[in-house]
Protein backbone atom coordinates (compact mmCIF):
# COMPACT_ATOMS: atom_id res chain seq x y z
CA UNK A 1 0.00 0.00 0.00
CA UNK A 2 1.36 3.34 -0.84
CA UNK A 3 0.38 6.72 1.09
CA UNK A 4 0.93 10.15 0.71
CA UNK A 5 1.49 12.91 2.84
CA UNK A 6 1.42 16.48 1.08
CA UNK A 7 1.35 20.01 2.35
CA UNK A 8 -0.50 22.58 0.21
CA UNK A 9 -1.54 26.09 0.50
CA UNK A 10 0.02 29.59 0.77
CA UNK A 11 1.80 31.94 3.28
CA UNK A 12 0.61 35.42 3.79
CA UNK A 13 3.12 38.33 5.11
CA UNK A 14 0.35 40.65 5.63
CA UNK A 15 2.07 44.10 7.76
CA UNK A 16 -0.91 44.95 10.02
CA UNK A 17 0.14 48.66 10.86
CA UNK A 18 0.36 49.78 7.33
CA UNK A 19 -2.84 46.99 5.86
CA UNK A 20 -0.43 45.76 2.80
CA UNK A 21 0.26 42.14 2.05
CA UNK A 22 4.41 41.55 1.61
CA UNK A 23 4.04 38.46 0.03
CA UNK A 24 1.94 35.97 -0.65
CA UNK A 25 3.85 32.58 -1.55
CA UNK A 26 1.99 29.68 -2.80
CA UNK A 27 3.28 26.13 -2.41
CA UNK A 28 2.14 23.04 -3.91
CA UNK A 29 4.01 19.42 -4.22
CA UNK A 30 5.76 19.45 -1.04
CA UNK A 31 4.98 15.10 -0.69
CA UNK A 32 6.12 12.37 0.76
CA UNK A 33 5.40 8.70 -0.06
CA UNK A 34 5.39 6.34 2.23
CA UNK A 35 3.69 2.57 3.43
CA UNK A 36 2.46 3.71 6.52
CA UNK A 37 0.57 6.33 8.65
CA UNK A 38 -0.12 7.21 11.83
CA UNK A 39 -2.46 10.02 13.03
CA UNK A 40 -2.73 11.15 16.69
CA UNK A 41 -5.54 13.45 17.76
CA UNK A 42 -4.59 14.39 21.38
CA UNK A 43 -1.69 12.81 22.81
CA UNK A 44 -0.89 13.87 26.59
CA UNK A 45 3.26 14.25 26.85
CA UNK A 46 4.80 14.61 30.80
CA UNK A 47 7.32 16.59 31.96
CA UNK A 48 9.42 13.36 31.37
CA UNK A 49 11.39 12.56 28.32
CA UNK A 50 8.70 10.06 26.41
CA UNK A 51 9.50 8.02 23.57
CA UNK A 52 7.17 7.79 20.19
CA UNK A 53 6.66 4.95 18.94
CA UNK A 54 6.41 5.29 15.19
CA UNK A 55 4.49 3.23 13.01
CA UNK A 56 7.34 2.56 10.58
CA UNK A 57 11.21 3.62 11.00
CA UNK A 58 12.59 5.42 9.29
CA UNK A 59 9.68 7.71 9.24
CA UNK A 60 9.44 10.53 6.29
CA UNK A 61 7.36 13.03 7.10
CA UNK A 62 6.02 14.62 10.38
CA UNK A 63 3.34 16.96 11.77
CA UNK A 64 3.49 18.50 14.63
CA UNK A 65 1.36 20.65 17.09
CA UNK A 66 1.67 21.56 20.76
CA UNK A 67 -2.08 22.36 21.53
CA UNK A 68 -1.44 23.75 25.22
CA UNK A 69 -1.77 27.50 26.12
CA UNK A 70 1.34 27.72 28.01
CA UNK A 71 3.33 24.87 28.46
CA UNK A 72 6.58 23.84 25.91
CA UNK A 73 7.09 20.75 24.17
CA UNK A 74 10.99 19.63 23.58
CA UNK A 75 11.52 17.54 20.60
CA UNK A 76 14.43 15.72 20.06
CA UNK A 77 15.24 12.81 17.41
CA UNK A 78 17.59 10.84 15.91
CA UNK A 79 17.87 11.17 12.14
CA UNK A 80 19.07 8.33 10.18
CA UNK A 81 22.87 7.44 10.45
CA UNK A 82 23.10 10.22 13.27
CA UNK A 83 22.54 11.16 16.52
CA UNK A 84 20.05 11.98 19.34
CA UNK A 85 19.37 15.54 19.16
CA UNK A 86 17.11 18.32 20.87
CA UNK A 87 15.65 19.84 17.64
CA UNK A 88 13.28 22.17 18.65
CA UNK A 89 11.29 23.49 21.43
CA UNK A 90 7.50 24.06 20.58
CA UNK A 91 5.64 27.19 22.42
CA UNK A 92 2.31 26.84 22.81
CA UNK A 93 0.51 26.73 19.81
CA UNK A 94 3.66 25.92 17.86
CA UNK A 95 4.09 23.58 15.07
CA UNK A 96 6.61 22.01 12.72
CA UNK A 97 6.16 20.55 9.71
CA UNK A 98 8.98 18.39 8.08
CA UNK A 99 9.49 15.84 5.51
CA UNK A 100 12.10 14.34 3.48
CA UNK A 101 10.84 12.82 0.34
CA UNK A 102 14.43 10.95 -0.15
CA UNK A 103 14.40 7.21 0.24
CA UNK A 104 16.89 5.48 2.80
CA UNK A 105 16.69 9.37 4.69
CA UNK A 106 14.66 10.56 7.72
CA UNK A 107 14.14 9.79 11.49
CA UNK A 108 14.43 6.86 13.54
CA UNK A 109 13.46 7.87 16.81
CA UNK A 110 11.22 10.47 18.54
CA UNK A 111 11.19 11.67 22.00
CA UNK A 112 8.70 14.83 23.37
CA UNK A 113 8.98 16.25 26.86
CA UNK A 114 7.17 18.76 28.00
CA UNK A 115 7.46 21.75 30.50
CA UNK A 116 4.51 20.29 32.41
CA UNK A 117 2.33 17.05 32.89
CA UNK A 118 -0.47 16.23 30.33
CA UNK A 119 0.66 18.84 28.17
CA UNK A 120 -1.59 17.99 24.61
CA UNK A 121 -0.51 17.30 20.99
CA UNK A 122 -1.68 16.46 17.56
CA UNK A 123 0.70 14.59 15.00
CA UNK A 124 0.73 12.90 11.56
CA UNK A 125 3.75 10.65 10.87
CA UNK A 126 4.54 8.90 7.61
CA UNK A 127 7.06 6.85 6.32
Known sequence: MSVTASANGQIDLIDSAAGTNQLVKLFS???VVGTVSEVVN????GASPQSITL?????QF???KNLHAVNFIE???TPVSGSSTAILLLEPGGFIIWGNPVTGGGIMALSL???ATSTPVEMVLLG
Open 75 to 77: VTW
Open 62 to 64: MYL
Open 42 to 45: NLLI
Open 29 to 31: GLS
Open 55 to 59: PISPI
Open 113 to 115: QAS
